[in-house]
Structure formats: structure tokens, C-alpha cells
């Protein structure tokens, strides 16, 4: 009985991969897109600065002025935007958006310097607060440095502050947001593969034929899931090889963990894809449905914004969001090398909330097809 139970869960799924891959666009959506958003995704999201345009205005004209300048655009952080020896220029730029910071350095700056009491001025265009946050980090080290450097400010601080960065010390952001692009890829393709799956064997009419067959409503689901599971996880070995290869993404963990954690994750996803599939009619009403799932749990996920900084209600909210506890497990196991002792409650989170979805998937589904 169990042999022939296996046999008939087999054809299901093997039919399952040839729906997949006898369409050469649905193909290469598979297998070519995840590589393409992942090279996309690592290169456009970077939160890092890098050559903003700066506008200087120099009323000092001199060497100590100019050293000043020089050792900003050195810094590789800031590039010329212009220069000129007028303040409303400085205003034009920032409003014309020619520049992102401006630089004044009055009249006095050298004198004012071997004095100790020199100042300038650094303005900033908040249109992206982060950048503008950023830059001006970067920018205020660099004048202080300058000033220490050239004895405007006092040789010996009165506190030293040493700084060290633990799992992250370049602080690249490619390095925390590489990793967590799986999560996002993975769901967005098992969520709609699930869900379009389904509801066109409602649309040709044959998901009836299948319910006749010998196969139990269970082996029909277990034979839809299983297909999309398989290339989750395919996707998920590719993505990390780019991430590894590619980008060069530090590993510090173990590979198994994070295998475990897809194959939970999963389970998760592929729930809310079979849920959808049985509140859609159509293939596009199963579309629109199912990107009207990604986008809040993408953005309640900490993917782009931390949780922390969410309100208090939204933070619980995340709870109950399968990509946050994914994500936390992901970069953990990239950067810090975690174990299993350090993520058992995102590790249950995850069990727990694809043991929920896909129970009640499975029942609404028993409900629809009869």
C-alpha cells in the first residue's frame, strides 16, 4: 500500500517539474531570475556613500584651506561638485541638487586654526536622510582628524574612543543585505509557483480529473508542494554560491543549518501559496493576491528597515512574519557563524508558523475542491 502511495505521490511530482520546465520563459524565471534580482539587488540596495557630490565654498584662501579640501576629496567619500568664493552659489547648488553637501571654509579659517577656535561649516541635502547621515559621519571624522593632524585642536584628547565592529568590521552593507536577498527571492517564487499551480488546474479543468484519480486530497497537495520545494531549495544553493563567489559575502556558519532553515522557511511559504491558490479563480486574481502578501511581508521583515526602529505594534506584527525570522537566521549564520543553540527560537517560529499555514491551507483546500 505505502509502494503504491509513493508510486502515485512520484508521477505527481514528476508531472509537476515537467509543467515547470516545458515552458522556457517559466524556466527562466526558475533559474535565471534569482541570479539576475540577486546581482541587481547586491549592487542598487547598498546604504555605503561613496563620491557624493560636495560643493566647497573657500573664503580662506589658504594652503590651510586648501589642505582641507584636498583631504576630503581624498577620503574617496566625496567628489568636486563645483567651488566658488560666494555662499549663495553653495545654496543654489544644494537646491538645484548639483550638490549633496557643501563645504564653507570662511575668512580666517588658517589664523583661526593655529589658534584652536577655527570652524566651518558643512551643510547637508536631507532629501535621503541616509546619505545625509552618513556623509556627514564621514565628514565630521575627516575635518577632526584634519584639525588634530594640524594642531588646531588639542594633541591629546581628553577621552580616546577606540572603535571595533564585530562580524562586519568594513561595515559593508553588501555583506548584510546579499544574504538576506534570498529570503525575499525565495519567497516571492514559491509563492506565486504555488499558487498559479493550482489555480490552472482549476482554470483547464483538470484539477477535477486529479481529485477522481486514485490520489488522496493529501498525496494531490503533497505532490503540488513537493515540485516547488525542490526548486526552492535548488534556488536557495544557487543564490548562496553567487553570494559566496560573486560577491564575496563572508561564511561563517554551517551550510546544513541554513539548508534546515530554507526547508522550514518553506514550509511557511508554499502554505500561504497553497492558501492563496484557494481564494483565487483566475491565474491573475492568484497574481494580484499574492503581491498583495510580498510587499508588507518584505517590508515588516527588516530586509530594508531595521525592526527596531518600527513602532511597537508593528515590531509584534513581525512575529508572525516567516521572512524576519528567516532573515535573522540567514545573516546570523553568514556573519556570525550562530548555531543552532543561539537560533532555536527563530528555528521554532518557523516550524511553527508552516505547521499552522499549511494545515489550514490543507483544510480550506479539502473545502474548495469538493
Partial sequence: MIPA??????????????????????????????????????????TDVRRVPTFVVDQDHTQASRDLTRTLFASGYFRPA??????????AALDHGRAVVGLHV?????????????????????TNSNTATVASGYAG??????????????????LELRERAWF???LKSRDYNVPAVMGAIMLILSLLLTSLAVVRERELGTL???????????????????????????DLVLISAVALLWFRVPF???????????????????????????????????????FLFIMPLILLSGFMFPVSSMPVTFQWLTLLNPLRHFLEIVRAVFLKGAGLDALWPQFLALLGMGACLLGFATTRFHKTVH
Avoid: C, W
Fill in 168 to 170: 562586519n568590521p568594513a
Fill in 106 to 126: 570662511p575668512r580666517g579659517f588658517a589664523r583661526d586654526l593655529a589658534q584652536a577656535r577655527a570652524r566651518v561649516q558643512l551643510l547637508f541635502d536631507g
Fill in 141 to 158: 571624522r575627516i575635518v577632526q582628524a584634519y584639525a588634530l593632524a594640524r594642531g588646531g585642536l588639542a594633541r591629546t584628547p581628553p
Fill in 252 to 290: 561563517q556558519g554551517s551550510f546544513l543549518l541554513l539548508l534546515l532553515a530554507g526547508v522550514l522557511y518553506l514550509f511557511s511559504t508554499l502554505g500561504l501559496g497553497l492558501l492563496i491558490s484557494t481564494i483565487s479563480n483566475t491565474q491573475q486574481e492568484a497574481v494580484m493576491t499574492s
Fill in 5 to 46: 502511495r509513493l508510486d502515485r505521490l512520484g508521477e505527481v511530482v514528476h508531472k509537476e517539474l515537467l509543467q515547470v520546465f516545458r515552458d522556457p520563459r517559466l524556466t527562466r524565471m526558475v533559474i535565471l531570475a534569482p541570479v539576475f534580482q540577486l546581482l541587481a539587488f547586491g549592487y542598487v540596495v547598498s
Fill in 208 to 234: 477535477e480529473q486529479l481529485m477522481v484519480s486514485p490520489l488522496s486530497p493529501a498525496e494531490l497537495i503533497i505532490g503540488k508542494t513537493v515540485p516547488f520545494a525542490i526548486i526552492g531549495l535548488v
Fill in 82 to 91: 563645483g567651488d566658488s568664493d560666494r555662499p549663495q552659489d553653495l545654496v
